[in-house]
């Protein structure tokens, strides 16, 4: 098998594959290869399909309710030496209530914590039968406080939104995003302890990722390849580029346009956007599945348009692959 061949089952399989790339960020070359491919076929290149709009939820479009409650200040003595003292004057104080989703989730994590050790020392009957009240409704809101905190929380949305300004994908946001989905992992399962300024510096990441670059990179590759699918689909219909397998001038410019533009160009722009969103998609799937009861029907639907646009654009990829290969097999490159 020739390197040209290997090459177009590499791209066959780029979607079950994880291929090698760095993380620097670059813009696919989709249209110039296609207005290369209808100068060597003498075709004509028609317009670039319809984009896909792709925005992220507006906050108010995400937001929970939570249910209130407190705990009144002569049973707030009544804890004694109870390190939830402490948790629940942090949480009642002026900067406590203005807390952002992230701050107010480590405030419930740590009343979670605090609250199952309170239990054990409490004499007063009435107070303790609150408390378990209400360690019990912030038990079965946890999930939606994390969610709130995370896939819903500004840090995230800021990630997802496109950089205009030429700023590169950053692999250590998805690191973030993977030792995130540990915690998440552990919180749900009861184990509330966290570490409030770690938690801060992974959304703080997290904000930086510019995951929206990456979609950008799949729109423009699903829009765009097709117009150079169209060209040789149309080339095939017309006559052929090569009678009986042998090569001509025009063959062998087409062969060049092929290595260049799509295999040392397009192919090798694909590979690691492909490479950054495998990696990035297997922890935030895995977050969404955790968190999908507490998920808004607005990010749902933006998850679904998401997931559309990357499996669209690698279909992209498959049905131009197919479509290259009879003009090689003609022309006797494969």
């Known amino acids: ?12 399989c780029l979607c079950s594959l994880i291929v090698s790339g760095c993380s620097e960020s670059k813009s696919l070359s989709a249209l110039n290869y296609a207005d290369s491919l209808a100068r060597v076929l003498q075709e004509t290149a028609t317009d670039p399909d319809q984009r896909i709009g792709l925005n992220f939820p507006r906050p108010r479009d995400l937001q929970q309710n939570f249910q209130s409650h407190s ?7 009544a804890l004694d ?22 701050q107010q989730l480590v405030q419930e994590l740590r009343f979670l914590e605090t609250g199952e050790a309170c239990l ?3 004499k007063d009957e009435q107070l303790l039968e609150e408390l378990r009240q209400v360690l019990s409704i912030k038990r079965s ?40 989905r540990r915690d998440i992992e552990r919180w749900l399962s009861g184990d509330y302890t966290i570490d409030s300024t770690i938690f801060e510096q992974r959304l703080k990441e997290i904000s930086l990722g510019n995951w929206g670059q990456l979609l950008e990179s799949w729109q ?30 025009d063959a062998q410019t087409f062969f060049q346009v092929v290595q260049t533009g799509f295999l040392a160009g397009l192919q090798k722009d694909t590979a690691r956007v492909n490479r950054m969103t495998y990696d990035l998609f297997i922890e935030i799937h895995a ?26 654009a690698r279909s992209v990829i498959r049905t131009h692959v197919a479509l290259l290969e009879p003009l090689m097999q003609q022309c006797g490159f494969l």
Not at 84 to 98: D, K, P, T, Y
Not at 234 to 243: D, I, V
Not at 289 to 303: F, G, I
């Open 220 to 249: 423009e590759l699903r829009v765009t390849l097709p117009v150079a699918s169209r060209i040789l689909d149309a080339r095939m219909e017309r006559r052929p580029l090569c009678f009986r397998g042998m090569k001509n001038p």
């Open 287 to 312: 977050i969404e599945e955790l968190l999908q009861q507490e998920s808004t029907q607005a990010y749902d639907a933006w998850r679904e348009q998401r997931n559309d646009l990357v499996a669209e």
């Open 71 to 77: 705990i009144d200040l002569l049973e707030f003595l």
């Open 1 to 12: 098998m020739g390197s040209l061949a290997k090459a177009l089952v590499v791209m066959l």
């Open 81 to 102: 030496d109870c390190e939830l003292q402490l948790v629940i004057a942090e949480r009642n104080s002026s900067l406590g209530r203005m807390a952002t989703a992230s």
């Open 120 to 122: 054990a020392g409490l």
């Open 141 to 180: 809101e946890l999930a939606a406080r994390i969610w709130q905190a995370t896939l819903g929380g500004m840090e995230f949305s800021a990630s997802w939104r496109a950089d205009l300004s030429g700023n590169q994908v950053q692999p250590l946001a998805t690191q973030a995003v993977r030792l995130l």
